[in-house]
């Protein structure tokens, strides 16, 4: 793996981890107060990590749906 992220292929992937996924899961935690997650093991914690997920692709599914301007602002619809 450490000569995978050496090569250019490697720094280029890695790079878009800052773009793409590191901002959605830091979201998701703040949304919905899971750091430090209260379970342990990768089982307990995946299972809530899944549930969050989804109930949060549910929600901005529905501000799109009824054309919010900000459709991923949903701690309002948690009670946040």
């Given at each position: 793996?450490?000569?995978?992220?050496?090569?250019?292929?490697?720094?280029?992937?890695h790079?878009?981890?800052?773009?793409?996924?590191?901002?959605?899961?830091?979201?998701?935690k703040?949304?919905?107060?899971?750091?430090?997650?209260p379970?342990?093991?990768?089982?307990?914690?995946?299972?809530?990590i899944?549930?969050?997920?989804?109930?949060?692709?549910i929600i901005v599914?529905?501000?799109?749906?009824?054309?919010?301007?900000?459709?991923?602002?949903?701690?309002?619809?948690?009670?946040?």
């Amino acid at each position: 793996m450490i000569n995978f992220y050496d090569s250019e292929l490697g720094y280029t992937i890695h790079s878009w981890r800052g773009i793409s996924v590191e901002p959605l899961i830091e979201h998701i935690k703040d949304v919905f107060k899971i750091d430090p997650l209260p379970v342990k093991g990768y089982l307990k914690a995946s299972g809530m990590i899944l549930l969050s997920v989804l109930l949060y692709q549910i929600i901005v599914y529905y501000n799109c749906k009824t054309q919010k301007q900000q459709p991923r602002a949903i701690k309002h619809m948690l009670g946040s």
